[in-house]
């Protein structure tokens, strides 16, 4: 199992570089949630997603989409796909809500993390309530997505994942800042922001290749899910959901097929 494991991390890693240089894409989520909806009763559902514009067509018909279920019996443990290695700084961000969920967006470099033996910059991060990842089949209150870019254009994003418990600190400055009546909704200063505030508690992680959970479903995105679940406030994750327009509460994508997918997990020192 050990020599299978090794062999097929080794595939993966280098599929994934593979990818990066073949496809250089330009994976932009959709920022006008009036084009679409999370309603499963709406004709712009996401079981419609792929249908509503041609350069959508992949939420439909694309064979690497995400969210998955990470059943534990199917994941190749391995220690070959490397250690999340993270170098963040700080510095200036805005919050913005786009409707469709809350944003923080940093507006000049603030670091990254090395994954897939390369580099991706740090860019935004956003919250989805419920989760859209499962683990063996069980949802969680709340998931954080860090959205990465390499130089090649190739994203990667990293999630943590929430249960309703004692309040998270970095959750805690974003909704201040959000629920201040004195300041405009639809872009707010922030100042400097520290990335390293978002704490992931676990070197253990999932890895797999997916999609973009929204519109327009792009593929090649490298997929870190944090083993580690974290906890959240009940009044905390309300106020995500207060925040955002009606119909987009419940931000989560269904499920997706795995298809062929391999799904590995990262244990430090796993032969």
Not at 162 to 191: C, H, M, Q, W
């Amino acid at each position: 199992m050990g020599s299978r494991t090794y062999s097929s991390a080794r595939r993966f890693t280098a599929c994934l570089i593979c990818f990066s240089l073949l496809m250089a894409i330009k994976a932009d989520e959709v920022e006008n949630e009036h084009e679409f909806t999370y309603l499963s009763n709406s004709s712009k559902g996401p079981q419609h997603w792929g249908s509503l514009k041609e350069e959508w067509k992949l939420c439909s018909i694309g064979k690497l989409q995400s969210p998955i279920d990470v059943m534990n019996e199917r994941v190749l443990v391995s220690s070959e796909i490397g250690r999340l290695v993270r170098n963040y700084r700080a510095a200036p961000a805005v919050i913005k809500n786009r409707g469709h969920d809350i944003m923080i967006e940093w507006k000049e470099y603030a670091g990254g993390a090395y994954l897939t033996r390369n580099m991706y910059n740090l860019l935004q991060c956003h919250w989805h309530t419920p989760s859209e990842h499962t683990i063996g089949g069980r949802r969680y209150d709340l998931e954080l997505h860090m959205v990465h870019r390499s130089s090649e254009g190739q994203t990667a994003v990293i999630a943590v994942l929430y249960n309703i418990g004692r309040s998270d600190p970095f959750l805690d400055k974003v909704l201040a800042n959000l629920n201040d009546p004195t300041k405009s909704k639809e872009e707010i200063d922030l100042g400097v922001v520290d990335p390293w505030e978002i704490k992931f508690g676990s070197r253990k992680y999932f890895r797999y290749l997916g999609s973009l959970t929204v519109p327009p479903c792009t593929e090649g995105v490298v997929w870190t899910l944090l083993k580690k679940v974290r906890t959240a406030s009940r009044k905390q994750i309300a106020a995500l959901r207060e925040a955002v327009h009606d119909g987009f509460e419940d931000n989560a994508r269904p499920l997706q097929p795995l298809h062929d997918r391999s799904v590995f997990m990262y244990r430090p020192g796993f032969q």
